[in-house]
């Protein structure tokens, strides 16, 4: 009886929170042929085939797929933080006020931001300009030590303050953080938007590009601190930054410690089944397309193409953090990571929040998930550092 009444208060308690934005908007299916010309044509009867075929083609050469050159304009560039609010409840729009009048006044200080040009080049030049903020930790009295460095990715829809404070500790540990914006994010965001809808939206080839976009950026940030003399490299992801750290690991054998908070296997399903993509879905619906049709349209960044990829690197410490009363990145989704994992013989630390997908986001919980995320980066690092 128990268990029944925290199921029912949790997963009430997540759905409050998965509905309190009012700016979520329905945009009509598109294709999106013209983001994906490179790799495949379509025809015009058949555009879902076309679609389901340049999928194919992307999971066959997906080496190719995620390639780029690394940027030539790497520069530090310090500004004020700014907050970059996705919703327009009150308090948010509060908040971004105070922070923007405090600045004005000098009241805090500025921070220093990675930023450069995208390997993979967009229609919106703000979002072809990487944003990272960057977290160097204090030099260790032994210039012997190697230095370490990880990518932080938060979740779809985060503004610019999200994640920080788990950069704040990393440097406790001795290990330098780069925050990176995602693609469409934060400064990064088109001025049309108010949230980073076309990260993930119903222009269905503008959302694999985008990930392929932020795998890219997130290698070229590991190109920039190996510029700085940094040798050991990790990656951390929330929900969508999941997605993307994932990917980013399993075509590049440089990342040695992954941490996954929340993860999933089809990138489809979850937008199919995701409280958090609900106006995705219908705009798919009113199109007519079923669940299967919009997992075959998104097998191209689906992480469950890419186990073997990931597999390749038989050193990498991988930590897989889930939630029981998820409805965003359903339970059933996270469970098959960790099987796929399993049966591969690829290492992992699983834990497990007794919460929902948003609800990690409030104490306690937050707190938990912070144990598990912090103890894993600092653990995993120091093995690195005694490996030799």
Not at 99 to 119: H, M, Q
Not at 121 to 136: F, L, S
Not at 273 to 279: A, E, I, K, L, P
Request: charged share 25%.
């Amino acid at each position: 009886m128990f268990r029944k009444l925290y199921s029912d208060w949790m997963y009430a308690w997540e759905t409050r929170l998965t509905t309190a934005d009012t700016n979520r908007i329905v945009r009509p299916l598109e294709w999106g042929f013209d983001w994906l010309a490179e790799w495949g044509t379509h025809v015009e009867e058949d555009p879902l085939g076309s679609m389901k075929a340049i999928n194919g083609h992307i999971v066959a050469n997906a080496e190719e797929f995620f390639s780029y050159q690394t940027p030539t304009d790497f520069r530090l560039e310090k500004r004020h933080p700014q907050l970059f609010p996705t919703n327009v409840r009150p308090e948010t729009l509060a908040k971004d006020a105070l922070w923007k009048a405090n600045a004005e006044e000098g009241l805090i200080e500025e921070a220093e931001f990675l930023r450069f040009t995208s390997a993979v080049r967009t229609k919106y030049p703000e979002n072809d300009q990487v944003n990272a903020r960057w977290y160097p930790a204090p030099a260790h009295q032994d210039p012997k030590r190697p230095k370490q460095a990880i990518i932080v990715m938060p979740q779809w829809n985060a503004d610019a303050f999200s994640h920080n404070v788990l950069c704040d500790l990393f440097n406790k540990f001795g290990v330098s953080a780069l925050r990176l914006s995602k693609p469409y994010h934060d400064i990064r965001r088109p001025a049309e938007l108010e949230r980073s809808d076309y990260a993930v939206s119903s222009n269905i080839g503008r959302t694999i590009e985008a990930v392929r976009q932020a795998v890219v950026d997130v290698r070229s940030c590991i190109d920039w601190l190996q510029s700085q003399g940094y040798t050991h490299f990790g990656v951390l992801g929330t929900s969508l930054g999941s997605e993307y750290a994932f990917l980013s690991a399993a075509f590049d054998e440089r990342l040695k410690v992954c941490a996954f908070n929340h993860a999933s296997t089809s990138f489809g399903d979850v937008v199919w089944q995701g409280q958090s993509t609900r106006h995705v879905r219908a705009a798919f619906e009113e199109a007519g397309m079923s669940r299967e049709d919009v997992r075959a349209c998104f097998e191209a960044i689906s992480p469950k193409n890419y186990m073997e990829q990931f597999a390749r690197v038989k050193d990498r410490q991988t930590l897989v953090v889930y939630a029981t009363y998820d409805l965003t990145f359903p339970l059933e989704f996270s469970l098959e990571v960790l099987r796929s994992f399993e049966q591969r013989g690829i290492p992992h630390t699983p834990k497990v929040l007794p919460c929902g997908h948003y609800v990690v986001g409030e104490k306690p919980y937050a707190w938990l998930d912070g144990w598990y995320l912090g103890t894993f980066v600092y653990r995993a690092f120091k093995r690195l550092r005694t490996a030799g």
